[in-house]
């Protein structure tokens, strides 16, 4: 069975620094896809990037970037210049593609300070 | 267009007693979810179905059933309620193939008392 690890419960960062959250994952499995997803205090769940493992290149969107890493089945997400609205949980979660559940990881919460 | 919609946002519920969450899609997705989200242990799968009339046990499914009669509805029922089944409940749903990702509904939170 598949796996995610976030072993960062909480962290903080400065409003404008850079901060990066930890994935890692367990599969046998050659194709698959990544995502991570913010929960605001609002309780909604909200796409923030998505990588395909067969791309080599690290998806990237705005402020948002990852460091995938398949050989060593790690993913981190990275924010840059990051502000106030970017505190929030932040989840990574794993899919393959039959069947495609989605496996969440336990969660980082992000406290950003001004 | 109002994506995937759960009722209700609230419940409270006595031990024993059984409630149906609702969950409609509106995008045409094949694939629906339901997921339970406790503090500390992230969103953990309940049920999943693939498409109409198929269903899949998820990681935690006892405790519950779940009902897949056409294509913009899951339905989550709870028969007789527990007090560890206090959680909040998601709903969502995706468009299979490609990379496209899991839209979630705004949550229930369900209190057993």
């Known amino acids: 069975a598949q796996t995610v690890t976030q072993s960062q419960p909480e962290m903080s960062v400065q409003e404008a620094e850079t901060v990066t959250l930890s994935c890692t994952y367990d599969t046998s499995e050659s194709n698959y896809y990544l995502f991570w997803y913010k929960q605001p205090p609002s309780r909604q769940m909200i796409l923030v990037i998505r990588q395909e493992a067969y791309k080599q290149q690290n998806a990237t969107e705005n402020r948002f970037s990852v460091n995938f890493q398949k050989a060593a089945k790690s993913f981190s997400l990275k924010i840059s210049d990051s502000q106030l609205g970017d505190t929030a949980m932040y989840f990574c979660a794993f899919m393959k593609q039959v069947p495609d559940k989605l496996i969440f990881g336990t969660g980082t919460r992000l406290q950003v300070f001004p | ?113």
């Open chain 2, 1 to 113: 267009n109002a994506g995937v919609t759960q009722t209700p946002k609230f419940q409270v519920l006595k031990t024993g007693q059984s409630m149906t969450l609702q969950c409609a899609q509106d995008m045409n997705h094949n694939s629906m979810y339901w997921y339970r989200q406790d503090p500390g242990m992230g969103l953990r799968l309940i049920y999943y179905s693939a498409s109409e009339g198929t269903t899949d046990k998820g990681e935690v499914p006892n405790g519950y059933n779940v009902s897949r009669l056409n294509k913009r509805e899951f339905s989550l029922r709870l028969e007789s309620a527990a007090p560890s089944q206090t959680s909040v409940y998601f709903c969502a749903s995706r468009l299979q193939g490609v990379n496209s990702p899991l839209h979630f509904g705004n949550g229930t939170r369900l209190t057993v008392t």
